[in-house]
Antibody, heavy 120, light 110 residues
Framework: QITLKESGPTLVKPTQTLTLTCTFS??????????VGWIRQPPGKALEWLAL???????RYSPSLKSRLTITKDTSKNQVVLTMTNMDPVDTATYYC????????????WGQGTLVTVSS | QSALTQPASVSGSPGQSITISCTGT?????????VSWYQQHPGKAPKLMIF???QRPSGVSTRFSGSKSGNTASLTISGLQPEDEADYYC??????????FGGGTKLTVL
């Protein structure tokens, strides 16, 4: 059974850096064809893809947010970390991590999400 | 990368069929067979319903089907059931080696 869970602060101040951790089980990020991605959803709005890290440490970022994002993995801990710099109130959203499988070209299993509010 | 275009809402009666469109460009939907669809109930995480345009993951009802023509992908739900009422999002791989989601469609089962 695959599970993913996001953790991190629920409230950050404008200009601060957000660090979110995705802890997963049921698969390994050292397995070929596997990745973990981050997707966010502002309240009442649509999903927005942010970043993806592959089993081989290849990384992909949203072109519009690339300068603010960093994604890393710790295979031994089954964790993926996303950092987003210079947070703004428009970044208030539920942040999801999800497993990506190359042979499905999609995000198959998702975490429950974590709501991050940006406010002074 | 602009979001894919979906209708804001669609509706149908139980037992009917509905189709949700997802329009992109030749740099995303039209250029790759990597279109997926997600169902999201209120307060819940999205659930993968269709991948690679028309493939169903194990456990997803055969009432859900996907297709693509040019720059537009479609999700069809046949034999509508009350539990199908949810938000639906399309997604596509892009020429920027990134992914883009649609704006979402709210399905109401009348």
């Amino acid at each position: 059974q695959i599970t993913l869970k996001e953790s991190g602060p629920t409230l950050v101040k404008p200009t601060q850096t957000l660090t979110l951790t995705c802890t997963f089980s049921g698969f390994s990020l050292s397995t070929s064809g596997v990745g973990v991605g981050w997707i966010r959803q502002p309240p009442g709005k649509a999903l927005e893809w942010l970043a993806l890290i592959y089993w081989n440490d290849d990384k992909r970022y949203s072109p519009s947010l690339k300068s603010r994002l960093t994604i890393t993995k710790d295979t031994s801990k089954n964790q993926v970390v996303l950092t987003m710099t210079n947070m703004d109130p428009v970044d208030t959203a539920t942040y999801y991590c999800a497993q990506y499988r190359l042979n499905f070209d999609s995000f198959g299993d998702w975490g429950q999400g974590t709501l991050v509010t940006v406010s002074s | 990368q602009s979001a894919l275009t979906q209708p804001a809402s669609v509706s149908g009666s139980p037992g009917q069929s509905i189709t949700i469109s997802c329009t992109g460009t030749s740099s995303d939907v039209g250029g790759y067979n990597y279109v997926s669809w997600y169902q999201q109930h209120p307060g819940k995480a999205p659930k993968l319903m269709i991948f690679d345009v028309s493939q169903r993951p194990s456990g997803v009802s055969t009432r859900f089907s996907g297709s693509k023509s040019g720059n537009t992908a479609s999700l069809t739900i046949s034999g509508l059931q009350p539990e199908d009422e949810a938000d639906y999002y399309c997604s596509s791989y892009t020429s920027s080696s990134s992914w883009v989601f649609g704006g979402g469609t709210k399905l109401t089962v009348l």
